[in-house]
């Protein structure tokens, strides 16, 4: 039966003009080569491709002398083989690619888990297969690719490469290369009904096929925790400033003022003819000891008589003597322990000895203005050392971006270790190798990397009065040698005391979740006072400008963006060029 072939009439023209034209060429090509060479090169018949394709390696570059023809007789250690089940699949028909590497027995291939194969479509549910035997003293390791033709026309399949190395005789790895597997070519044909009708067939079913795109999963999973994050501190953020706008500071009162308050307040009360003894007499002794405690800075409310009594004797009572105080507390302390009975007179004596002690003792009003300006210059200093040498914000950027540079330029390595290796386990360690790196890099030592190349150093909040001689442990000089002339008011200027490697560490576990924490952290440190960051806040801790009057001029944020850009470059590349293992 003749299958019946559908011409249109521009190709019936084409076709009665092929005939006379492909005549006339086929007359002039002798002429034609007699002018242009004195002697005619026939060239070789045409050896039609096979359906499968061999290559071998190592591949012979051109060489000179003898040193091509010793490779051209150097034995070959692996030879490739592929072919295709089926050279002319029809649309949406299921080709498999099947590869073979054969090689001696010391040396050892690795094939591509999951190997690029596009144009063809990969099903991500039918995992292929491979089998490894033995063919005298070589090695053959057999692959099993499933492919679909999706689309219609000439289809190639891409080259593969294979790594090798052979294996020393103490097992490490000796000569080693890459061998290629050949593109190899297949036609795809459109579904007719039968052979004499070319209505196209009905179309088989709809099959889906997915294809993993793992870095975007993670890209999206990553941002959707900084958005959240950042949400979450921004709501933070909001309730403390409202919270701290609506505390007033508290005004400093001075100890006899709120001695005699509760004083008046318990003579107004009634309590001193009324009360119960054992009550009257324990206000009336928390009343002097929180009184004598505010005055000469004692902890006299957790104290015993005795030591209190003891402390007292070294401080200047102004014509109060010791009896009245040591009087006051036996006799409290035998109404309140051993339950001795007092009458109402009695109450209201020990209430005017109290009320004695106080007013003989109390501070005068030049005692309290200097002690109130003492107080004010001390929080200026301190205050004013603090922004002194609190580091500015391009040189604590510039400390994090040679950090980061260096943790992603360690994780750029690992990762392309991965993807040479093949480990995908490898691959992802190598993504979390950051975030630990961040999270611990100011735990040993002074600082981390990019602190100490930076001058910065972790201090502890509070400043310390500590001698100049450094006696109280290792200190940062807070002032610089040509600083403030408040260095000159003290024997023991305030020194910056270095923090602990345990509020080092505690400092940066925030960082340690990816996205989220460096988001937390970076708007924490723009909003709260003196750029004390939320690790800062929890571990006690700030950052300081150990060479601050050293500098000349401001320091510039050029080098962090340029960190910052090689450690995105580190980051991204192994992702775009090699691709997370199969």
């Known amino acids: 039966m003749r299958t019946p072939v559908l011409h249109s009439s521009r190709s019936r023209c084409l076709a009665r003009l092929a005939g006379p034209i492909c005549g006339a060429l086929v007359a002039l090509t002798p002429g034609v080569c007699a002018w242009a060479q004195p002697a005619p090169i026939v060239p070789p018949p045409p050896v039609p491709l096979p359906l499968s394709a061999t290559a071998t390696l190592p591949t012979l570059m051109p060489l000179a002398g003898g040193a091509a023809a010793a490779m051209a007789d150097a034995p070959a250690p692996v030879q490739v083989s592929a072919r295709l089940s ?37 099903d991500p549910t039918e995992v292929g297969t491979s089998e490894r035997r033995e063919a005298g003293a070589a090695v053959v390791e057999t692959y099993t690719l499933p492919l679909h033709a999706a689309r219609l026309g000439v289809m190639k399949t891409p080259k593969i490469e294979v790594p090798w190395h052979r294996v020393t005789a103490a097992g490490g790895a000796g000569e080693s290369g890459t061998v290629v597997v050949p593109s190899l070519k297949a036609t795809v044909r459109s579904q007719f009904v039968s052979e004499t009708e070319v209505e196209p067939a009905p179309l088989p079913a709809p099959r889906a096929l997915t294809e993993e795109n793992t870095p975007l999963e993670i890209a999206l999973l990553v941002l959707a925790t900084m958005v959240v994050a950042a949400v979450l501190t921004l709501v933070g953020l909001r309730l403390y400033r409202s919270r701290a706008a609506g505390r007033q500071a508290q005004p400093v009162v001075a100890p006899h003022i709120v001695a005699f308050g509760r004083l008046e307040a318990l003579l107004r009360s009634g309590g001193l003819d009324s009360g119960e003894p054992r009550d009257v007499l324990g206000e009336l002794s928390e009343i002097l000891r929180e009184y004598l405690g505010g005055r000469y800075r004692l902890l006299a409310l957790d104290m015993t008589s005795t030591e209190l009594l003891a402390h007292l004797e070294q401080v200047d009572l102004r014509g109060v003597a010791m009896t009245e105080l040591r009087d006051f507390a036996e006799t409290s302390d035998l109404v309140k322990f051993a339950r001795m009975p007092a009458s109402g007179d009695e109450m209201r004596a020990l209430h005017g000895v109290v009320r004695s002690v106080v007013d003989r003792t109390m501070q005068t009003a030049e005692e309290l203005d200097r002690l109130r300006h003492a107080e004010v210059a001390r929080l200026a200093r301190q205050r004013r050392l603090r922004l002194q040498v609190m580091a500015p914000a391009p040189l604590r950027v510039r400390a994090l971006a040679i950090d980061v540079a260096l943790g992603a330029a360690a994780a750029g390595l690992l990762a392309w270790v991965a993807i040479d290796t093949q480990k995908r386990a490898l691959f992802d360690a190598a993504g979390g190798l950051l975030f630990v790196w961040l999270a611990m890099r100011d735990a040993v030592g002074g600082g981390s990397p990019g602190k100490v190349l930076t001058g910065l150093q972790i201090a502890e909040f509070e400043d310390a ?33 270095m923090a602990p490697w345990s509020a080092r560490l505690r400092r940066n576990l925030l960082l340690a979740v990816p996205g989220a924490g460096l988001v937390a952290e970076a708007l924490t440190a723009l909003a709260l006072p003196e750029q004390r960051r939320l690790g800062d806040q929890w571990a006690g801790t700030r950052v300081v400008d150990a060479r601050h009057g050293l500098r000349s001029g401001k320091p510039s944020w050029a080098p962090a963006v340029v960190l910052a850009l090689f450690a995105l470059g580190c980051l991204v590349v192994p992702w775009v060029l090699g691709g997370r293992p199969q």
């Open 86 to 122: 089926n050279p002319n699949p029809t649309f949406g028909e299921r080709v498999t690619l099947r590869v073979e590497l054969t090689h001696p027995a010391d040396v050892r291939v690795f094939f591509p888990g999951r190997p690029n194969l596009k144009p063809f479509l990969v």
């Open 465 to 497: 009065v500590a001698p100049a001689s450094g006696a109280n442990g290792p200190g940062l000089p807070a002032l610089p040698p040509d600083g403030f002339a408040l260095a000159h008011e003290l024997e023991g200027a305030p020194t910056a005391q």
